[in-house]
């Protein structure tokens, strides 16, 4: 399995530190985690059941240089996403970055299956039946991480090919639209 584009473009910001501290926030079938260890890199790596669960971030300590989530700032609604990147924010050390994915409006999944707000459905079949999906515009997007981060890139890119096979078996994805963001924390977040 190849690493997401963001771990890839995150181990090339980082490259040569040593003892450098990451955060994976959702960490899947582990890909992107193995490509950040073979760089040197010290990863926590928050499992998919946990980063899903009431308190994704117990006992994760802070002081990150920078963090990475390819899929988990994608599931549950807007407000959900929201605590979760306000919490990533606050365990970031200074000037630390977030490389993440977000679902995008122009995603062909967006509308589709069960509505639970205008922002948010759920699969109504397949590997990820019943799991809330986020959708944002550029607006909405700017308007989430503006509070905590300065947005250095957000790029929408087509994601069938990066998307972690392993969690699209039943149903391969066609036509899934993400963004991807790099920022750094304020400093007033700090």
């Known amino acids: 399995m190849t690493a997401h584009p963001l771990a890839v473009r995150l181990v090339e910001h980082l490259r040569g530190g040593r003892e450098i501290r990451v955060l994976e926030f959702a960490c899947g079938a582990g890909r992107n985690t193995r490509a950040l260890r073979e760089a040197g890199l010290d990863v926590t790596a928050v499992d998919d059941r946990t980063a899903a669960s009431a308190a994704p971030f117990a006992g994760v300590p802070d ?59 759920a699969a109504a079949e397949g590997d990820e039946r019943g799991v809330a999906h986020a959708f944002f515009d550029r607006a909405q997007l700017v308007a989430l991480l503006d509070p905590h981060f300065a947005i250095e890139s957000l790029e929408e890119h087509n994601a069938d090919e990066v998307a972690g096979k392993w969690a699209h078996r039943q149903r391969p994805l066609s036509g899934a639209v993400h963004w991807f963001a790099v920022a750094t924390v304020l400093e007033t977040r700090r």
């Open 63 to 121: 002081g990150f240089a920078a963090a990475l989530s390819t899929h988990g700032l994608l599931h549950g609604t807007p407000a959900t996403v929201a605590g979760h990147v306000s919490q990533i924010a606050r365990r970031l050390a200074k000037n630390g970055m977030l490389y993440a994915t977000f679902g995008s409006v122009r995603d062909a999944r967006f509308g589709q299956g069960e509505r639970v707000d205008a922002s948010t459905f």
